[in-house]
């Protein structure tokens, strides 16, 4: 069995009077894929927030690879390989579809000062590099020929597909997808099935997700967590979920 | 049309109510009281022209819009040219036919032009600088010229104190004014938008109290005077040099020209303005120069991709501050005295208002704003009561045909060559 990469236990959040999340508690293997689901306002996206620095945890354990990550700044735990999606999408409008690419290496590059001014021979080595590795995933993504287009033109599937791609630069060992499948049409969602498929099998990635897809959710998940206002409801494998009375009463709905 | 008479009436008084205050009535001094004068019936009888002229154009508001739009077909410029002008690449050739007519001309240029392209080419420093801050970054600086009083008194206390020459004290001002921005930048550069733009104004004005204040060591309101201007490898371009030292005009066997200090002080500026310009291409085509642009789209992104914002903002705040630093330190050479009087926030805005004239971002924009904004009072000297009367019309007529700047630039992007 594969090693435990991210161990969140007890975690909660409050905002004043307001306790949005509350005790809860997953585990993520590592090149699992996990669920997060419950209906609208749940706090799903506040847990996302809480692990990848964006809130400080108002309580609560975040272990990644054993190490505590509460309470890090967004950056630092980015820089661990933790990196996100958002719900709505957050690409850097006015640049082009692989200058987005290439800021997401930001921490990869020669940034030296000087370097830089002189073109050195490593600076444009690693300038190649970067364009290489921004090449490669515009084709994975199949935006090749949108390269030199600015962000913000791409239609809107291709605007969640290149924000993969970009964090996929990071080189990041978790990538957590806020609501993936979106405003996606039905091929487009079965393409990002078959993408986080591939970025498991092929890059080793963990994947932790939000999603209302049942269909998506149930057909690449690992294991599955419900939270219902703030508290964690069940968590299990996918089919186990699907049985659950209590899950079914609070979010699936009967069939 | 009741309601638009009504509407043209009240813009009619309107005009009587800003106009005639302040160009209508004068103010002298009879014996030891003040005397308000009527301006005379000229100035009155052209205020009320002004005034009829804005009732009819109120009252006929719907018919002059018609017009208008049919005109505005026609643009001023086509956008196809528009589009050619702000493409990074034609406007890189405009910068070296500028840099080579400014090369050039100095030789065949009167005196008094002469220093008024150094000056012009000071605030081209300086706008350039704040263009890295405030075009690049979106940081709204409004204490930028805390950083130029940093640099020229750097060199005054060094030379003033320890002799040490303006060569040796320019990047030593250079890195004085780049510290300053560091420290100042730390803890305000958590703040955003209009918070930091309060702060930064703040810190400028602590500078410039603190030189004033610190009458020790420089010299409080009187300033540091006699500074020594910059030499060409120990060729000083005074009449006379001191002792151990050699003029230039012996050295080459010249006459004695005092035109010639003035030309070498404005190829130094020169200098200065194209070591920025180089070093402010480069940066936009760097890994930080692309991720200060990314930092102004979206800072919530950068951080969930791993870029620190604090340690991109700064390196923003203290490249600036840098720049200031030279600009500052040549500012005193050329002086040859400093003064707290001028650094003050008036400074600021007049840098301010050169990126923002030009077009955020753009390089080119920011020499034609400068040229612009130094040239207009220098040219139009008469009408020097109505300086910042001027700024303010320019500022509104931009808003009006160009609110993106002069000339703005459109960034040059990095192009996937298949």
Redo the contacts between chains.
């Keep these: 069995m594969s090693r435990e990469i991210l161990q969140v236990s007890g975690l909660s959040m409050r905002f004043g009077g307001l306790l949005a999340v509350n005790g809860v508690a997953l585990t993520v293997k590592e090149k699992q894929v996990v669920a997060l689901i419950g209906p609208n306002g749940a706090g799903k996206t506040t847990v996302f927030n809480c692990l990848t620095g964006f809130y400080k945890p108002s309580g609560g354990t975040i272990l990644l690879d054993g190490q505590p990550i509460q309470g890090l700044a967004g950056h630092q735990i980015a820089r661990k390989g933790v990196v996100r999606t958002f719900q709505n999408v957050r690409l850097f409008k006015e640049m082009t579809a692989l200058e987005n690419l290439l800021i997401a290496q930001h921490r990869h590059l020669n940034t030296n000062f000087f370097a830089g001014l002189f073109k050195t021979p490593s600076f444009r080595r690693s300038e190649k590099e970067a364009m290489e590795r921004a090449q490669y995933w515009l084709e994975k993504v199949n935006l090749t020929e949108f390269a030199n287009r600015t962000a913000g033109t791409l239609a809107y599937g291709q605007q969640r597909r290149l924000e993969i791609a970009r964090c996929m630069m990071t080189q990041p060992r978790i990538i957590m997808l806020d609501e993936p499948a979106a405003g996606l049409n039905p091929k487009e969602t079965e393409d990002l099935k078959a993408l986080i498929a591939y970025l498991r099998e092929s890059h080793n990635v963990t994947v932790l997700l939000i999603e209302h897809d049942m269909k998506l959710v149930m057909s690449i998940s690992d294991h599955i967590v419900v939270i219902n206002q703030g508290t964690p409801l069940a968590d299990g494998t996918p089919e186990q979920i699907r049985d659950n009375p209590e899950v079914i009463k609070a979010y699936l709905g009967e069939a | 049309m009741n309601k638009n008479l009504k509407q043209a009436f009240f813009s009619a008084l309107l005009v009587w109510a800003v106009a005639f205050p302040v160009l209508g009535l004068k103010l002298s001094i009879d014996g030891i009281s003040l005397v308000v004068h009527s301006q005379g019936s000229f100035t009155i009888s052209i205020i009320a022209v002004c005034s009829v002229l804005m009732f009819l154009r109120v009252l006929f508001d719907k018919q002059w819009s018609s017009v208008m739009s049919r005109r505005s077909d026609r643009k001023l410029i086509s956008p196809a040219v528009s589009n050619y002008l702000t493409l990074p690449k034609t406007q890189r050739w405009i910068i070296i036919g500028l840099i080579l007519v400014a090369l050039v001309w100095p030789f065949f240029g009167s005196r008094g032009a002469v220093d008024i392209a150094t000056l012009i080419l000071i605030y081209v420093l300086l706008g350039l600088g704040l263009n890295i801050v405030v075009g690049l970054a979106g940081l709204l600086d409004l204490g930028y010229v805390g950083f130029y009083a940093v640099g020229a008194y750097s060199y005054a206390m060094l030379s003033h104190y320890l002799g040490w020459s303006f060569w040796v004290c320019l990047p030593i001002a250079g890195l004085m004014a780049a510290t300053f921005g560091f420290l100042l930048g730390f803890p305000v550069l958590r703040l955003r938008g209009d918070y930091l733009a309060i702060v930064t104004l703040g810190f400028g004005e602590i500078i410039r109290l603190f030189l004033r204040n610190l009458t020790d060591w420089t010299g409080g309101p009187n300033g540091i005077s006699n500074i020594p201007k910059p030499e060409l490898f120990g060729l000083t371009f005074e009449r006379r040099a001191a002792e151990g030292m050699q003029t230039f005009h012996e050295f080459f066997g010249l006459a004695y020209n005092s035109i010639n200090k003035v030309i070498f002080l404005y190829l130094v500026a020169l200098l200065l303005a194209l070591l920025a310009l180089f070093?402010i291409n480069?940066?936009l085509?760097?890994?930080?120069g692309?991720?200060w642009?990314?930092l102004r789209?979206?800072e919530?992104?950068?951080?969930?991709?791993?870029?620190?914002?604090t340690v991109i903002k700064l390196s923003a705040f203290t490249l600036g501050a840098c720049f200031a630093g030279f600009a500052g330190s040549f500012f005193a050479a050329r002086q040859g005295l400093v003064t707290p009087e001028s650094f003050t926030f008036i400074e600021s805005a007049i840098i301010l208002a050169i990126v923002v004239l030009g077009g955020m971002g753009s390089q080119l924009g920011v020499i034609l704003a400068a040229i612009v904004m130094i040239l207009l009072p220098e040219l139009m000297r008469e009408f020097s009561e109505y300086r910042m009367l001027m700024f303010g019309a320019l500022m509104v007529l931009m808003m009006i045909w160009r609110p993106q700047g002069l000339l703005p630039m459109q960034?040059p992007?990095?192009?996937?060559r298949?």
């Design positions: 070093v480069r940066l085509r760097m890994p930080i692309r991720a642009e990314a789209e979206d919530i992104a950068c951080r969930a991709l791993g870029l620190n914002p960034r992007h990095m192009e996937l298949r």
